[in-house]
């Protein structure tokens, strides 16, 4: 940048003055990151105990049965016997209190009920204080990281409530009650699915939108029509900005009251990080008019993007963030390149540029943070943003004319409903097409940068072959017409190529994934194009399925699963894998191996039921069965057909993983009986073993010195609960371990654990070691 100043003859003022900005940057940087290490102490030093807080409520939410208070500026106290206050008080800035459904109605302490609560008053509330959770799995929704970004250190689930100070925030209150005011007239005077969509589009509460529909925006690339952005404040700011000036009031008044009304508006509307660049940037354009000058689009979106990342550094890792200053960057700076290119000014053509560019810049950021592409989404977006208009406007006339007479306030929501079915219709056939949701993966930094490289030089190329006088006559040639789609149809295919520039490429070697699933088992092995499944359930993570399998397979850019094995039944091994059957959209198992003397187990029953519900192949699986993938031999050692194995646990499928030097064995919850009867049968196999994954979550009842001493293992993967009820892994298991040096990971301390090879040698890594 500093060359390229010189280079155009700027003063060296102005050329140095972003090296200057960018040393200030990293030393507010430094100095934010020390500051949340000692909050982190803090944080650390309560965590897991039952504390008393004092604080501010800064925030009312209510969430699925489950009220929300966040809390600033707090006291906290340790309570210890019989609830006696510690000595000293703790600072800690922001707290995040659950109060669950069942307590939030009733009578706590002696002095109020939690729906009493209002914004601004001080309360004392106790309860168990814990942090909040770091992704410990590949795809992984990262709690922490985006509670920092809010200013929260860590979360309470609140038993008690007491109110200090009963005097409310009048303006933050007010704002929260017009807030339930529109939701309930909304709720009224719409169908309930189209009300919570209306509600999302006009305030930006997404709470009361149907999974359902939440789901067919997300894999159609129209969610965002649902996050208050730009269009919402240009919507709400110039509607009133232009009335006031039509007033006759002078640009410095008709300014000042509607940046009041788009401030208060971003507050009513969550004040996420996007919808502060969207009221920053509305502001600017306000000041730009009262001063005479032109409202530069980039310059507005800069200074934004300054203010944000004082106020929070953190604030420029977030998925939204990159999306909406991405999608802006499009829009000002490459979105005219292209139309000068095309040489068009024509609406149609800048809409289709402004399309096509906000999806080349945005295209890494929504695969690095959402791991798929909705591929028809650039298509889709030429109709739907257009008529998100219609519906802001038909909301907003729900609100003001229903509040004074509801019929006519429900037929001012005629036109948004017909547009919000149109949606619905539009997505569900496009679900039908081929392709129409591509699951790529998170691309790796080196592919980023790459990528960034690949549109330098090609929005470059296009500013050198820029057509010098675009038409904006609607008379046009033949060939001129001819030329404009054949550019045209050149944007969509460079932009075809940007989508290939991310498809996944085939893993070199093999690479096995042994995922932190709590209390139960979950593998992941992947080579070449191929990827199979070894489990995956968990007694401890209810949600394993939604929030950590799926997750992780879309994210490492697995859509198809060439075999899932089952080792037996129990929950703790097949949670997950009925998720996918049952209710993933996105994943499919083309074949199912159960475990062959599980035939009678109602669970294993209901996973074949399950599974030929979607059309995966099911097969029973014995020992003696071998097969391959690509070059990876796949061996099923014990059970045999003619064994009775009298345990549950001992009719679990015990697998010999094979790619070249690499020895990988899995026993499921195999007993020290069933070992001792491998023993028998297998000694061959099981002395080439040198990756073990030890059996029944470090039981002691398995894993016995004679196996152990058979085995012989370089490496062992202990996967567990943290704090389980069982005790695992047993001390004697560890201590069976260390005596003959093998080398332990456990997914309690590593998270998930990622073994790769290329045949000969074998490399480890925690993922929580990575962050």
């Known amino acids: 940048m500093i060359l390229y100043g010189y280079w155009r003859g700027r003063d060296t003022r102005w050329v140095l003055l972003p090296l200057i900005f960018f040393y200030l940057g990293m030393a507010w940087s430094c100095k934010y990151e020390r500051s949340w290490e000692r909050r982190e102490e803090i944080a650390q030093s309560l965590s897991k105990t039952y504390v008393e807080a004092k604080g501010r409520i800064t925030s009312l939410e209510e969430a699925d049965g489950t009220l929300k208070i966040t809390l600033k500026d707090n006291q906290v106290w340790k309570l210890g016997y019989k609830g006696k206050r510690s000595a000293d008080s703790l600072f800690v800035k922001g707290l995040m209190v659950s109060v669950k459904d069942d307590l939030k109605n009733e009578k706590v302490g002696d002095s109020t009920r939690f729906k009493n609560l209002l914004v601004g008053q001080i309360i004392l509330v106790k309860g168990e204080a ?14 922490k990281s985006f509670y920092q970004v809010m200013d929260l250190d860590m979360k309470l689930y609140g038993e008690d409530i007491v109110i200090v100070d009963s005097r409310k925030d009048p303006i933050l209150e007010g704002i929260r009650q017009v807030k339930l005011w529109i939701i309930a007239i909304f709720y009224r005077l719409t169908g309930e699915k189209e009300a919570g969509i209306f509600v999302a589009a006009v305030i930006g509460d997404k709470e009361g939108i149907p999974k359902e529909i939440n789901d067919l925006y997300q894999k159609n690339g129209i969610a965002h029509l649902l996050a208050i952005s730009g269009m919402h404040m240009s919507v ?14 002078s640009y410095g008044i008709s300014g000042s009251i509607s940046s009041v009304l788009v401030i208060l508006y971003g507050i009513l509307s969550g004040g996420s990080p996007s919808v502060e660049r969207a009221v920053i940037m509305m502001i600017i354009a306000f000041l730009a008019s009262y001063l005479g000058r032109t409202y530069d689009l980039l310059s507005s979106a800069a200074l934004a993007l300054f203010l944000l990342a004082v106020k929070s550094p953190l604030i420029l890792m977030q998925g939204g963030v990159q999306l909406s200053f991405g999608a802006v960057f499009a829009i000002g700076g490459i979105m005219p390149l292209m139309v000068k290119w095309v040489g068009d000014e024509r609406p149609f053509v800048k809409v289709i540029s402004a399309s096509v560019a906000i999806q080349m810049i945005t295209l890494p950021v929504v695969l690095y943070h959402f791991y798929q592409l909705p591929l028809y989404g650039i298509f889709f977006n030429f109709i739907a943003i257009p008529l998100m208009d219609a519906v802001v406007y038909s909301g907003l006339a729900v609100i003001f004319i229903g509040s004074i007479c509801p019929i006519l306030g429900t037929a001012a929501a005629g036109l948004g409903n017909y547009i919000l079915i149109f949606y619905e219709f539009a997505c569900r056939q496009i679900s039908k097409l081929p392709y129409y949701n591509l699951t790529f993966g998170r691309p790796n930094p080196q592919r980023i940068v790459a990528y960034i490289f690949f549109l330098a030089a090609l929005f470059f190329l296009l500013s050198i072959t820029t057509n010098p006088k675009p038409k904006k006559t609607e008379e046009k040639s033949i060939s001129s017409s001819i030329s404009l789609s054949l550019r045209l149809i050149l944007l969509f295919s460079v932009y075809g190529i940007c989508i290939l520039l991310f498809k996944p490429a085939p893993v070199s070697g093999l690479e096995a994934n042994f995922l932190d699933v709590g209390q139960g088992d979950g593998i992941l092995l992947r080579t070449g194009t191929s990827a199979v499944l070894i489990d995956g359930g968990s007694s401890s993570k209810k949600t394993l399925g939604k929030y950590t399998l799926e997750p992780c397979l879309k994210s490492l850019g697995v859509s198809v699963i060439d075999y899932a094995f089952v080792s037996h039944g129990d929950l703790d091994h097949i949670s997950g894998v009925r998720f996918l059957l049952e209710e993933s959209k996105d994943i499919k198992i083309t074949t199912i191996m159960l475990p062959y003397h599980g035939k009678e187990d109602e669970k294993i029953k209901e996973l074949e039921v399950l599974a030929n519900k979607r059309g995966t192949k099911v097969k029973y699986l014995a020992g003696g069965e071998e097969m391959r993938v690509e070059e990876l031999k796949i061996s099923c050692l014990y059970p045999n057909i003619e064994d009775v194995p009298e345990d549950v646990n001992d009719q679990s499928e015990v697998l010999k993983m094979d790619f070249g030097d690499c020895h990988m064995l899995f026993t499921g919850d195999m007993g020290e009986k069933g070992e001792m009867k491998l023993l028998e049968r297998s000694q061959k196999e099981l002395s080439e073993i040198n990756v073990l994954k030890t059996a029944h979550h470090g039981s002691n009842y398995s894993s016995c010195a004679p196996f152990l001493d058979a085995v ?55 993922f929580v070691d990575e962050e």
Do not use: C
């Open 130 to 143: 814990n942090l909040f959770s770091r992704a410990r799995n590949p795809g992984e929704f990262d709690s």
């Open 236 to 249: 709400i700011g110039l509607f009133f900005y232009k009335i006031l000036r039509k007033m006759g009031l």
């Open 712 to 766: 012989s293992p370089r490496f062992s993967i202990i996967s567990y609960g943290e704090n389980n009820t069982y005790g695992h892994p047993h001390r004697e298991v560890m201590e069976r371990l260390k005596e003959r040096d093998v080398r332990v990971f456990e997914t309690a301390k590593n998270g998930a654990i990622r073994l790769w090879t290329d045949g000969s040698n074998i490399q480890f890594t925690g």
